[in-house]
């Protein structure tokens, strides 16, 4: 079973999306790094997930988009596509993890990702 282990709050002005978010939830953000803000929104301990603040890009300018933990990304990919939905970004590499975006066939963002 794949679980939600993270949200990305999309934005075109993630700084100011930052600074809310500190402001208002006390969420500890880090320095942004490939135009991502990585957010801690509680202790390790604690129910609830951490996420991030990204510039949104032109598919995604703003919104929200969960997570999805996966053993296998190109799997669901493939599985995710078969049941009707678009590939919005295909499989990126990052120096801990694989991520991909897609689209539900309903129209909702989501986020896959596998680590290595």
Known sequence: MARVVAFELSS?????????YS????????AP???YW???TGDDGSTGIN???SLGPIEYPQGTRIQIEVESIDDAIEKAL?????LVRGKMEFDEFYLAYLEDPVGL???LIQKK
């Open 82 to 86: 078969e049941s009707g939905a678009e």
């Open 33 to 35: 790094n490939y135009d």
């Open 23 to 30: 402001k208002v939830f006390n969420w500890k953000i880090a």
């Open 109 to 111: 963002g989501f986020g």
């Open 12 to 20: 075109q002005d993630p700084k100011k999306a930052a600074e809310f």
């Open 38 to 40: 990585p957010v801690t």
């Open 51 to 53: 996420g991030g603040i």
